[in-house]
């Protein structure tokens, strides 16, 4: 019946129940105005591409996931409301709406937009306002320039525009509310826990700061040299953090992290890395490119194995790895050899590499509480030991060499029934 009605220019359907169009719609070639706000439309038919004298389409208030292609064939079209659906997505074929003045599309579960919206060079209005969009191309700023009135969400950025070390910090502050709190006043360098040298910011200490994540922006503060997150609670890192190439310390224990980025491995200058207190179950590989590392500490994951490239740490000092799940280690461990603490007390270790016994300048080295029932002779090889707990093992006995350390001084710390072998 409505699809008789082709003379129709203007055509008012808003505040009702509908569910659905009729394919039919197509037929109306005279609409110029389409109004269907506030309905229940989960869908439009492919047809309303036929209504190409259509000048202002207003779909805002359905439940809309998705509009069809065609819609790229209203080529008359100066305003659309497509607000307060649930689209998750645009198509392509919108950006050949060059007549387009007004687009608003607040309200809806957009994280992208498509790069044909750039070709909207008629837009004067564009309201992106309440998506789940973090940052915006940067042909959004070409439209801006062009005098269109872009609605974005405080600390959403424009691909680009994020240019110096006080703009991340901005940016930052936008989106955490918990920096909101923190930094207050718009001048930096008075911001706490932040440290400038001219425009640069070179250390950052942010620990036990309700912080929940960190933006990709942070890979732009590139002299940055010491970065303390530990306390918070961050659930992943980004890969950009790789961008931090003059970054010495960083601090990221006592969060939820379950894993950390691969791209921590560019970080070729770090010396002090601590991972205490998280949720990591593994370490990528990559860990192994960190040649400056000086400490490391993972205490209190849920690590059931380390990567063999640990073993490419060799400047490696400190390493704590203490109430884990590690069922064994691995042999490479042996090329450590600046060690000289190791802590692995408290894991399900039950047994010890050979290669133990290579890490001769090793003075600490805890064991206790895991699930060994023997350990290697070449253990009797650390002579610069000092301490030695292995209380909590599953040990009858131990090699006499060890009897040999403590002798020499090494403070042994060993069951009551353990004997040593003769």
């Known amino acids: ?190 911001w706490e826990g932040v440290k400038f040298t001219g425009d640069r910011v070179m250390k950052l200490e942010l620990g036990s700061g309700r912080l929940k994540s960190l933006p990709a922006e942070i890979g732009q503060l590139t002299a940055l040299r010491e970065l303390y997150l530990n306390g918070n609670q961050l659930t992943s890192v980004p890969a950009e953090i790789g961008q931090l190439t003059s970054l010495e310390w960083l601090d990221l224990g006592g969060n939820q992290l379950t894993s950390v980025p691969a791209e921590i491995g560019q970080l070729t200058a770090l010396e002090h890395l601590y991972l205490s207190f998280n949720k990591l179950t593994s370490l990528p590989a990559e860990i192994g490119q960190l040649t400056s590392l000086k400490g490391l500490s993972l205490v209190e994951n849920q690590l059931t194995s380390l990567p063999a490239e640990i073993g490419q740490l060799t400047s490696l000092r400190r390493l704590k790895l203490s109430d884990n799940q590690l069922t064994s280690l691995p042999a490479e461990m042996g090329q450590l050899t600046e060690l000289t603490r190791v802590d692995l007390g408290s894991n399900q270790l039950t047994s010890v590499p050979a290669e133990i016994g290579q890490l001769t300048s090793l003075e600490e080295l805890d064991l206790r509480d895991n699930l060994l029932t023997s350990l290697p002779a070449e253990i009797g090889q650390l002579t610069s030991l000092e301490t030695l707990p292995l209380r909590g093992n599953q040990l009858t006995s131990v090699p006499a060499a060890i009897r040999d350390l403590r002798a020499a001084g090494c403070y042994v710390v060993l069951d009551d029934d353990v004997t040593f072998d003769e």
């Open 1 to 190: 019946m409505i699809g008789q009605l082709t003379s129709l220019e203007r055509l008012y359907l808003e505040n009702n129940k509908l569910t659905s169009l009729p394919a039919e719609i197509g037929q109306l070639t005279s609409l110029r105005e389409l109004t269907l706000m506030d309905n229940k439309l989960t869908s439009v038919p492919a047809e309303i591409g036929q209504l190409t004298s259509l000048e202002v389409l207003d779909l805002s208030d359905n439940q809309l996931t998705s509009v069809p292609a065609e819609i790229g064939q209203l080529t008359s079209l100066e305003g659309l409301w497509l607000s307060g659906n649930q689209l998750t997505s645009l198509s392509v074929e919108m950006g050949q709406l060059t007549s387009l003045e007004t687009l608003y599309l607040e309200e809806n579960q957009l994280s992208s937009l498509p790069a044909e919206i750039g070709q909207l060079t008629s837009l004067k209005e564009l309201s992106l306002k309440d998506n789940k969009l973090m940052s915006v191309p940067a042909f959004i700023g070409d439209l801006k320039a062009n005098g269109c009135d872009v609605k974005l969400d405080d600390g959403v950025t424009i691909e680009g525009s994020v240019h110096s070390d006080i703009d991340v910090l901005r940016l930052w502050r936008e989106r955490e509310p918990a920096l909101k709190r923190k930094w207050k006043g718009d001048d930096p360098n008075r």
